[in-house]
């Protein structure tokens, strides 16, 4: 069992900024290398959709929505991955989950609330 803890969330004015964290603190470093890391996000009465995602050697995918606002990174040392939020959008407003992944599992964090309102 992977056990992930997001962090910053928050509310922010559009076209604000917003840096979220995810850290795995129980797993050992080659655990958490051998898993892809990902956000994903869920607005009211949506589906969970995907975000982003970045594998162990820094390779990334994003989805259209938040190509070039977004940006995802990994730090295996520190067994964390973050997501820098730029020109945030009322649309951006969900509960962010981190995810890792790897064959058929998938874990999940608790999800932290970003909201993007004036």
């Known amino acids: 069992q992977v056990q992930l803890v997001e962090s910053g969330g928050g509310l922010v004015q559009p076209g604000g900024s917003l840096r979220l964290s995810c850290v795995a603190p129980?797993?050992?470093?080659?655990?958490?290398?051998?898993?892809?890391m990902g956000w994903y996000r869920q607005a009211p009465g949506g589906q969970r959709e995907l975000v982003a995602t970045?594998?162990?050697?820094?390779?990334?995918n994003y989805a259209d929505s938040v190509k070039g606002r977004f940006t995802i990174s990994r730090d295996n040392s520190r067994k964390r991955i973050y997501l820098q939020m730029t020109s945030l959008k009322p649309e951006d407003t969900a509960v962010y989950y981190c995810?890792?992944?790897?064959?058929?599992?998938?874990?999940w964090g608790q999800g932290t609330q970003v909201t993007v309102s004036s």
């Open positions: 970045i594998t162990s050697g820094g390779g990334t």
């Open positions: 129980r797993t050992i470093t080659s655990e958490f290398n051998s898993h892809v």
């Open positions: 995810n890792a992944h790897r064959a058929s599992t998938d874990h």
